[in-house]
């Protein structure tokens, strides 16, 4: 069935066939018309079945059916974060490009006095993230009052996020008269109370089951010691030849250092997090749709924020915790009725967390070691290497410390880049920052620090003895006269 089918203004059509378009999917198919007709509707759907198309395409199409004279914000689009904000409108410029719409995505991290002139100017359509919308609310530099079209995108996200009192906050600026639609991948308790509070009548979509994958989508677990993931890493992206991969970490730091590793080994490379500034995010998603970088590496707040065109393979570097965490990660590849991969690595400690899967998905998961792969009998790269190894971890740290203070130690120090211990390893970053605190570098140090012979200590500990003999006298006779009769 064609888009043309389906209602929508002869302009909006034309577009998405300009967009490369011909076909709508099943959630666009079962959406568009509902929404055509003015009904709250409640969408179900997997990450990358074009939910984004499904809201976006009869709100055009409803807008430009009657002239914004005073360019008020009739359109409302809220979302959990700043990359799916950006790429929401994207969507309306290439969607809408033969229409006079104006969209303004509204989100932290960049200037507010650039967002601030372009709604003095006038945008039809606002696509914000909660925290960024109600600076504006609070500063008065944005106006609800006219707004049509109300749609709360991946509001499980937003829940998680902490978002939804942002969320009930805004709403209560928008007219009760406006028509609501809340698009999901699940539906949490949390969420069916939302949409009681927000929603009038609201029709119901679902397209297969939230808690399963697309079935486009191959899943592979493989069980490996947490100190081999990053040489499992490069192993599998070398002996699979991978393309275009996105790697997710658990952490910001753990991204960072997963991303070190990667370009140590001669990977094209890329990490986006919240510690990130918005342009080298924007750089690192830019490059990394353009092929400029093989890899990704991200924490979970790119799961929903990350929509590239033929990414070939999702890898969990870390077991995620949460189970439907795993969906959303997996959902970047396999999208648009292409087929992916998602490969998860898990380690003794994350067990726990990959049988957790198996409850969501209601299926079991073979769990086995990568075939072929034999870990190098080494250290594993934890960061950049900046002074010698410890082989015996912060016990080790301290007494070398103790050792320095008291006029260093006999020998030469070992090789910063010599083979490092099986024992416990100590991130060196950590093991940087800790030293800078203490203002005291073990090499640096240990240059400055005199050897002192056995008899300069004995010295040294007759003076102290006699000395504090002759200050403990002196406060006795100072004290003397003080005490009472």
């Known amino acids: 069935m064609p888009f043309s089918s389906l209602g929508l203004h002869d302009r909006l059509v034309q577009g998405v066939r300009a967009a490369g378009f011909d076909a709508p999917t099943p959630i666009q198919l079962q959406s568009i018309p509902r929404i055509v007709e003015g009904k709250d509707l409640v969408a179900i759907a997997q990450t990358g079945t074009g939910k984004t198309a499904a809201f976006m395409l009869p709100m055009l199409h409803k807008f430009s059916l009657s002239k914004n004279r005073d360019r008020a914000v009739r359109g409302l689009v809220l979302t959990p974060t700043r990359e799916l904000a950006k790429q929401i409108e994207d969507a309306v410029t290439s969607l809408g490009r033969f229409t006079n719409i104006g969209a303004l995505s509204v989100y932290g991290g960049v200037s507010m006095e650039n967002q601030i002139q372009r709604l003095r100017r006038g945008v039809d359509i606002v696509i914000a993230t909660p925290g960024r919308l109600l600076d504006h609310l609070q500063r008065r530099t944005v106006s609800l009052e006219n707004v049509e079209v109300l749609v709360l995108d991946e509001a499980d996200r937003m829940f998680d996020m902490g978002f939804i009192n942002d969320v009930r906050e805004i709403v209560q600026h928008t007219p009760q008269s406006r028509q609501t639609l809340l698009f999901s991948a699940t539906m949490p308790e949390s969420i069916r109370q939302l949409t009681q509070s927000i929603q009038k009548n609201p029709e119901r979509v679902q397209i297969g089951v939230p808690t399963h994958p697309a079935p486009t989508v191959t899943q592979r677990f493989y069980a490996v010691r947490q100190a081999n993931k990053l ?3 490069a192993h599998v992206i070398e002996q699979e030849r991978m393309k275009s991969v996105l790697v997710f970490a658990r952490t910001k730091r753990g991204a960072d250092r997963i991303s070190r590793w990667l370009e140590r080994k001669k990977f094209s490379t890329a990490a986006i ?6 342009a080298q995010r924007q750089q690192a998603l830019a490059g990394f749709g353009q092929r400029r970088f093989r890899i990704l590496v991200a924490t979970d707040i790119a799961a929903r924020g990350i929509d590239v065109q033929r990414i070939s ?3 969990n570097f870390d077991t995620p915790v949460e189970p439907e965490d795993y969906i959303h990660r997996i959902g970047r590849t396999g999208r648009a009725s292409l087929t992916g991969e998602a490969i998860t690595f ?4 994350e067990r726990k967390y990959a049988r957790r899967i198996e409850q969501l998905m209601g299926k079991r998961i073979a769990l086995a070691g ?12 934890s960061g950049p290497i900046r002074h010698r190894n410890r082989p015996h971890g912060h016990n080790r740290d301290q007494r070398e410390r103790r050792q320095l203070l008291k006029g260093g130690r006999k020998g030469k120090p070992q090789d910063p880049h010599g083979k490092a211990s099986r024992g416990r390893q100590q991130d060196n970053d950590a093991i940087v920052e800790r030293e800078e605190r203490h203002g005291m570098h073990i090499y ?3 240059k400055q620090c005199r050897q002192t012979t056995k008899s300069d200590w004995m010295a040294l500990l007759v003076d102290g003895d006699t000395t504090r003999r002759k200050v403990k006298r002196k406060f006795k006779k100072l004290f003397a006269g003080l005490r009472r009769p």
Request: proline letters at 3%; aromatic letters at 10%; charged letters at 25%.
């Open 273 to 278: 997090h919240s510690n990130r500034t918005q």
């Open 231 to 233: 040489e499992l890493l």
């Open 346 to 349: 898990v380690s003794d400690d």
């Open 370 to 381: 990568y075939p072929g792969f034999v870990a190098a009998d080494k250290e594993v790269f």
């Open 444 to 446: 640096a140090q240990s």
């Open 313 to 315: 393979h999702v890898i």
